[in-house]
T-cell receptor, first 110, second 110 residues
Framework: DADVTQTPRNRITKTGKRIMLECSQTKGHDRMYWYRQDPGLGLRLIYYSFDVKDINKGEISDGYSVSRQAQAKFSLSLESAIPNQTALYFC?????????FGQGTRLTVV | LAKTTQPISMDSYEGQEVNITCSHNNIATNDYITWYQQFPSQGPRFIIQGYKTKVTNEVASLFIPADRKSSTLSLPRVSLSDTAVYYCLVGDDNFNKFYFGSGTKLNVKP
């Protein structure tokens, strides 16, 4: 089983819809992150969490919200999806400087 | 954020050694240097990490000069499967401060 699992792997949704991307990890780490990646670009940080009670905005948090349900679970929500949120989304967990990434969720907003 | 500068792309042939250099002029005393590899539509994967001098593992070597303002990832005898994007990251344990630039797209040819 993968250390970091993201669901769904692919999703097409309509403008204005609410959508949740889920992430779970089996590494036992406290720190979790959500990133988005646009074609040909690097990863940009959306939100991060150092533990269940600690949630922080990243570089591009507008239009997104998160929930840390447990140490192992960190969900990303788009309250009202818009087309420019079409991207590849990655969840990660870290121990020190080493990060473990999920396989990604490809989200298309039409 | 300790930003980094890498070549946008590099070409190589199978069996050659590939060296990718990264500049990080603003590296802080507590920062270390980490390299990640990313295949298309997959999450980045940790390759190697170092603080100074030379680090070697089963996949790559990392060379860091005394002033630490740059580093070089060395991939010995690359194969087609090494075609990927390589990211150089600089930071301490606060992974949320790691800056993912566009990375270096390595294309290995037969």
């Amino acid at each position: 089983d993968a250390d970091v699992t993201q669901t769904p792997r692919n999703r097409i949704t309509k403008t204005g819809k609410r959508i949740m991307l889920e992430c779970s990890q089996t590494k036992g780490h406290d720190r979790m992150y959500w990133y988005r990646q646009d074609p040909g670009l690097g990863l940009r940080l959306i939100y991060y969490s150092f533990d269940v009670k600690d949630i922080n905005k990243g570089e591009i948090s507008d239009g997104y919200s998160v929930s840390r349900q447990a140490q192992a679970k960190f969900s990303l929500s788009l309250e009202s999806a818009i087309p420019n949120q079409t991207a590849l989304y990655f969840c990660a967990t870290t121990s020190g400087g080493e990060a473990f990434f999920g396989q990604g969720t490809r989200l298309t907003v039409v | 954020l300790a930003k980094t500068t890498q070549p946008i792309s590099m070409d190589s042939y199978e069996g050659q050694e590939v060296n990718i250099t990264c500049s990080h002029n603003n590296i802080a005393t507590n920062d270390y240097i980490t390299w990640y590899q990313q295949f298309p539509s997959q999450g980045p994967r940790f390759i190697i990490q170092g603080y100074k001098t030379k680090v070697t593992n089963e996949v790559a070597s990392l060379f860091i000069p005394a002033d630490r303002k740059s580093s070089t990832l060395s991939l010995p005898r690359v194969s087609l499967s090494d075609t990927a994007v390589y990211y150089c990251l600089v930071g301490d344990d606060n992974f949320n401060k790691f800056y993912f630039g566009s990375g270096t797209k390595l294309n290995v040819k037969p």
